[in-house]
């Protein structure tokens, strides 16, 4: 399995329109809209590609994706610990999508591909700033998830769930 940006995975519309992860906005938005976020720089995609399992052209099958673009939290709602000494607004990055193919699900790439974003914003955040993670998630299942790896949920935006990019510096991953 590989993790490639969108841009070098160069991923063909079979490839694309091979993947089914439950939710079909997800599904949809690789198939139609990744492309066209990553050209105009509004977001950068990543993706977890099978090198074993073929798509019907040939190509590495995709096991997951998700997406990253800058980002900003207002301090009133932030918890405490991550408000504290911030800037109004709180530089943030923010995963938009993120989703792992059904055939692939339950086997740990989620917890794999998830690690792998919050290094990746933690990279970015050295770059241009940004203290935290912010993910909206789609449902309160997928807010479980995000709340499992120890993703604190706003205390004003329900479906809101942030990660301190600080914190994940300094262990170097997720806490468990
Ligand atoms: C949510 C999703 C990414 C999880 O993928 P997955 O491959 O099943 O997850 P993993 O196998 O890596 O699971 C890792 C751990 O998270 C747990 N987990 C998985 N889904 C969970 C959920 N909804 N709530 C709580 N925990 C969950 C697993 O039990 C597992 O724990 P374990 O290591 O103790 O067994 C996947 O189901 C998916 O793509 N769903 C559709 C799209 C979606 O909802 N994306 C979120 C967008 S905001």
Redesign the pocket.
Known sequence: VQLLRFDRAAPSKVQRNGFR???PS?DRWLATQARQSMESRDAVTYLLLDADVMAEDDRPRIV?YYCLSSGEVQRADAPAALADRAPDPIPAARMG????DER?????????LLREALLAAVAAGKVIGARVLL?????A??R??YE?YGFVRSPIHPMQVLYDLRVVEASAGLDR
Do not use: K
């Open positions: 992860c439950g939710e997800l997951g999508r993120f989703a792992i692939y699900q339950g086997r740990g790439w989620a917890a794999e993910v909206d998630a789609i449902s299942d997928a479980a998830f499992r």
